[in-house]
């Protein structure tokens, strides 16, 4: 088979001409087969065509019989085509007929061929078809041949893509796969949503497949990639200066996948036939993300990613200000793989209806800055960028963690009766903005706000939170591309405080480590991050990044009153050495500038069991203690928060973790320690019902929670409830969380979930 570039390249200047006509499918197909058959000089050119259930439909050959188009259907696992699109990945064959998984159609006329070479016709990592071509003699075909049949398959996917087998005359009621699909995710940041999917990671439109000038084009791409390089060098230089100790492993892949020779060698190899720029690296993704589909091994996935991600920053490159994400006017919801804090907050602003992430683990603080902006957001969804196109319409239901990706009508008329039941009970909670969350037989709970960045404390007065009750500050270094600088960390907490307005706020120091990774600090891998070298441990071994930001805090305070709590502390000498170098700061700050806040209030959180049996040693030093649900059940329980599988498998609405509780908050009154509670837990009702009934008067939550949370609240004695509560922690029934939801019930105890 004598294959050459020019070939190729007239190649695809006649397919672009076939995919601009107007005119009949199947007559294209027929044309684009043909053409394909005689550049390759093969025998035999076909396009087979995924159905719904992975069948795959013949629908365009030249060289097997003419009837077989839109009669052949291979099943999901027959044959060398479906092998090939199982596989999402080229097979070249000398001799098919003699291959295991070769099977045999008579109505195709295909026994006199005996080379096969099986390309998958990809979009967004989906297989949609498969593009053969077979040869009568036996031969193998080299890789620049493969390499160029997928990059026919590629432009060929804009024609496939847009194919509806009932116009093929088949008579049958086949449906393409693309339709209606419904996936799961976890709900992290609560609300329904819907719109058009705009996709995080650039897009080739197939307008751009095709380059007018090789040459330009070579050197637009070659600019682009030292583009690439550079920016690379420049992040590293970046972070180096900022530690600059250990070996930096991401960054250093990065680098060294980026100076790769054979990786830009294929992309240049891409132009030479004929490609865009963009269109050659598109090619390059598609490949990765479809060997990612099928990839088990963690080091080859994480290389796999590695290797997207440079796809996407070169197509980001290439495609300048236009290559951007675009939110239009319209509804829209943005799809993303993973997503960085930062990345997201570039959308705060855009009027993004819901956001929808793949990844669960890697996402955890945009899921957080997600909350900050108050958009439905669902992570965790597998397979998610590859079942979505741009501009497909979805409905993102994060009340029960729902995405529904090219919805019926009947979908559509559910939802919107979801969202005006949503928006009913939103303005009821908006009218208890201004009560106290009293219970009716009279005890305040202090309900505040759990917030991390400037505009969370926008929400405090509208969500009518009595303060701040867990100022996360690592957010801020997690959103910089290096480490805030001191008077970029005075800043933020000088405007935090202008902002409460007089309510208290409680900065939590540096909470970095475990799934709170920063690039800029470069710290090694981890077996078990969650238990690792993090938190106040990891802020006691970086005395100068912590007394930096102890100085800020006390700085920013000036006079007024400043509240510090320690994340993490395990055992009372963790706690007593933080707060002895924030008195520190506290005494030299009043040495240089004359001044020094009215009160400091040093507390811990009660993050870690062992902490819980500490209390008699923090008697006296630590004037509250704040429980971080969050990480307090992974440890009580033994399952880690970032792993889907077990992070919800158990309740903290158990008798074992109420008892445990119960203990806390008995230690604290003998202790004189004031108590409260911050982390997710304490924004659902019926914890927060069992938070309150254990005697926790202070509770921190997203802005989000404290409507129905001061609603529960508001609906309930206490000195009523609390002895059957207690009761019932005595004498558990076997489903204990329906026991108290019964118990809730009998009381007239309005919750809104459980
Ligand atoms: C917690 O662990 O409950 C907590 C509030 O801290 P974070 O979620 O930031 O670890
Ligand atoms: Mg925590």
Redo the contacts with the bound molecule.
Sequence with gaps: MPYNLPATRLLMNRLRQVMAEEGETRSRLDKVVRLIASTMVADVCSIYLRLQGGALLLIATEGLKADAVAATRLSVNEGLVGLVARRAEPMAIQDAPRHPSFSYRPETGEDPFHAFLGVPILRGGRVIGVLTVQNRTERAYDDEEIDNLQTIAMVLAEIVDRIDPDALNNGGNEKRERNTASLTGRVFCEGLGYGRAVLHDPVVPAAKFFAADQVTESKRLSEGMEELKASIDRMMALDGAALGEDPRDVMETYRLLAHDPSWAEKLQEGVKSGLSAEASVDRARREHRARLQSARDPYLRERLHDLEDLDNRLLRILGGEEGKPQISEERSVLVARRLGPAELLEYSNTGLRAILMEEAAASSHAAIVARALGIPTLGGIAGLTTRIDQGDWVIVDAEDGTLHIRPDDSLYDAYKGRVSLRSERQAGYEALKDLPARTTDGTEVSLML?AGLDLDMDMMKQAGADGVG?F?TEFQFLVSESLPKLNDQIDLYKRVLDKADGKPVIFRTV?LGGDKVLPALNLQREENPALGWRSIRFALDHKGLFRRQLRALVRAAGERPLTVMF?MVTVASEFEEARDLLLTEVEWSAKRTGRRPSRVEVGV?L?TPALAYGLPELAGKAEFLSV?????MQFFFAADRMTPHVSDRYDLVSPSALRFLKEVSDACKTHGIRMSA???ATGSTLSALCFVALGFTTLSMSAGSIGPVKQMIRSFDLQAFRPDFLAALDAPKQDFRNQVLALAADHGIELSDG
Aim: aromatic fraction near 0%; charge should be negative; glycine fraction near 14%.
């Design positions: 759990n867990l996360r909470d994340p959180m993050e971080g649900t969050n990480d307090l911050c982390g997710e």
